[in-house]
């Protein structure tokens, strides 16, 4: 199939790379796919960015059958353009699918579009330290009928953002509330795939945490809420007494890529991991006793983000002295290393875009 291209007449400043921020400025072009019932998945085009007109009983609007996935894209200093994994976004953008009932795509054809679009758009690849193009596929239901069912027809859509640290704090530790009632995801839901309804039912947490002055909540699990799953929308480490230990993948946890691939990077370290149910009073213990080392998040929008202070309920602990841990940092340093084409790629992670 080929991919039609309408280039843009009138293309937008580049944005100063100083003052990025997370996802508020937008490339010139995007990629959309339609589907519809009998023809599937057709008419792939890159057009210019703009709003899409949409019916006000288009199903995405009224009950939320919409998915997304995130990836980042980047300009080694010998000028080529590298993604990081690529072909586990397609994947689990499939699963999410599966678990919307959205129906599946060419997983070749999507990477191959985004390929594409971000060669058209490598001008605006950013190159500074911490900097990215991040790129947002997305898959919204488009049926304009008010009935609950599964659309006939969707639309998938890809959208190019330079973006730089995703948390205002950077690199930095930050405070992170473990959120006592409130649940992100349950047994049986939609925890493990990328549903945009997930996202807006943490909002309420994430609010009053940050009232509490934090910056985020870790979310424990639906059950009990004692086990650790998540920690905003990223997957979390703790380093307790030298064991890097990650909840254990259910379908309540997003399984992410950075997650998969500090799991393997630690472990080509001969660094002790496991994945295994982590209760939040054992984390606590572990301080009590001096153990717990060091903790952080991991994701593609931040890579991973130290944890530096952790309140729950009367309790609050500072950990590593509330600076980022070795085993972080180093984390941190490898994977961009990686991620940018600065450090070799031992695991043949990095996708080369030689449009
Ligand atoms: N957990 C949630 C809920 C997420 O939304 C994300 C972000 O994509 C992650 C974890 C991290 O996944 P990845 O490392 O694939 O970006
Ligand atoms: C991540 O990439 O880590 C994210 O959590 C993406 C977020 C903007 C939803």
């Known amino acids: 199939m080929e991919i039609t291209l309408v280039k843009t007449t009138k293309p937008k400043p580049k944005p100063d790379p100083e003052k990025l921020g997370f996802g508020r400025v937008f490339t010139d072009h995007m990629f959309i796919w339609d589907y519809s019932e009998g023809k599937g998945w057709h008419n792939p085009r890159i057009v210019p960015y703009g709003p899409l007109e949409m019916d ?39 699963r999410s699918n599966a678990r919307l009932s959205i129906p599946q795509f060419d997983e070749e054809l999507a990477l191959q579009a985004i390929k594409q679009l971000v060669a058209l758009e490598r001008d605006w690849i950013p190159t500074a330290p911490g900097t990215a193009l991040y790129i947002r596929p997305f898959i919204i239901a488009t049926d304009n ?4 069912r599964p659309s006939s027809s969707y639309k998938f859509i890809v959208i190019l953002s330079p973006v730089g640290a995703y948390y205002e704090e950077g690199l930095n530790p930050v405070s992170i509330y473990v959120e ?16 945009a309804g997930n996202y807006a039912g943490s909002l309420l947490a994430q609010k009053n945490a940050q009232a509490k002055g934090y910056s985020q909540v870790l979310w424990l699990d639906g059950i009990e809420r004692r086990y650790v799953e998540e920690v905003g929308a990223m997957n979390v480490f703790f380093n307790i007494g030298g064991e890097l230990i990650t909840p254990d993948l259910g379908d309540s946890i997003l399984p992410g890529v950075t997650r998969d691939s500090i799991l393997q990077l630690l472990r080509s370290w001969g660094v002790p991991t496991v994945e295994r149910r982590l ?27 130290p944890i530096g202070r952790l309140g729950y309920r009367e309790q609050v602990i500072e950990i590593s002295g509330g600076k980022i841990g070795e085993l972080t940092q180093r984390l941190y340093d490898t994977l961009t290393g990686i991620q940018t084409g600065k450090l070799p790629d031992p695991f043949g992670w990095v996708v080369e875009i030689d449009i």
């Not at 000028?79 to 976004?89: H, T």
């Not at 009928?145 to 609950?148: E, F, T």
């Open 279 to 305: 209760s939040v009073d054992e984390v606590f213990e572990a301080h009590a006793q001096g153990r717990l080392v060091e903790a952080f998040g991991c994701g593609t929008a931040a890579v991973v983000s």
């Open 180 to 195: 006592p009632y409130y649940v992100r995801a349950v047994r049986g839901g939609t925890g493990f795939a990328k549903a």
């Open 56 to 94: 006000p009983a288009c199903a995405v609007l009224h009950y939320g059958q919409a998915v997304f996935e995130g990836m980042k894209a980047y300009k080694a200093p010998d000028g080529r353009i590298l993604l990081f994994r690529p072909e586990q976004n397609m994947a689990r953008l499939n």
């Open 145 to 148: 009928i008010l009935g609950v």
